[in-house]
């Protein structure tokens, strides 16, 4: 973690702590570079860990099925060896050139200094659509929520679900066995969401066990000190009623832009992404990488899986940046080893 010396010095500097951003640690570290990861989150995991921890990944390598919090814990733990410093907390406001590589400006006046930085940012600062409701930051936070860290918090507990995405669907699909109470509260009958999920939902609502409220919308929140006593929902025609939940689940989508990023000279393409180099994953700014969603090339597929191929691919365009004089003679890790490996 961050503490301490206010001036950093690295070799690489990842901007974001999400799987790839953790597996550039590895590869990087693989290849003899010192790491410092950087994110605006105050913990690891990006997306996996602020929006859906437990939710099952099946297309890791290895893993017929992995939930997103294991799968970060395990990159973490893979990562370890290597020494990673984390900055958690504090987003990279300026990128400057600096003798050598950048200088990377932190929020809380931190500093980092890098011969070479991979971005790997996902999709860029993010942040959920809040209700558009009176009162509702009294609630957010205590029984208001935008994302489920551990659904066991919620066993005993009458949960609205607002919203009619993956998202949405799928924690009802979750909690229908655990909450005291499931409502999914949307606004029309057909929900934005996979089919088969939907399948499954109906059923639960079939059974007793979910009960759907459509066409309704969120109008209102009850409660004091942050606790609900009720939620109001309405038609768009003005009928009223009262849920008697204690917790809010709102599932309306997020905002996402690229934050700073978009004012430190490196090139987008048409969809705000980082257009790099699709063999070294190079911007074009010298030295600088994006590796990831927020990274972008012809018959890129946006899936974890290819984040982990550019970073490897990142770290090995990276090893002359700092080994300008050593040729890099590439061996498997079976028989390289690592860190601490017999």
Known sequence: ??????????????????PVGLFSVFECGMLGAKCHVIDVLDTAGGQCTALYPEKPIYDIPGYPQIAAIELIDRLLEQA???????????????????????RLELGGGAAVTARAVIIAGGSGAFGPVRLPLPRVEEFEGKSVFYLVKRKAELAGRRVVIAGGGDSAVDWALSLAGVAAKVWVVHRRDKFRAAPESVRQMHELVAAGKVEMVVPYQMAGLEGS?????????????????????DV??????????????AEWGITLDASKHI???????ATNLPGVFAVGDIANYPGKLKLILSGFSEAAMAAHAIHPI???????????STSKGKPGSA
């Open 1 to 18: 973690m961050d503490q301490g010396p206010r001036e950093h010095a690295t070799d690489v500097a990842i901007i974001g702590a999400g």
């Open 80 to 102: 370890a060896p290597f020494n990673p410093v984390y900055h958690f907390g504090h987003p990279v406001l300026r990128l400057q050139p600096a003798n050598p590589g950048w």
């Open 225 to 245: 000190n942050g606790r609900l006593s009720g939620v109001k929902v309405a038609t768009l025609d003005g009928e009223e009623k009262m849920l008697d939940a």
């Open 248 to 261: 809010v689940l709102a599932f309306f989508g997020l905002v996402n832009n690229l934050g700073p990023i």
């Open 275 to 281: 257009a790099v180099r699709p063999d070294t994953l």
């Open 322 to 332: 700092l080994n300008p004089d050593k040729a890099l003679h590439f061996e498997y």
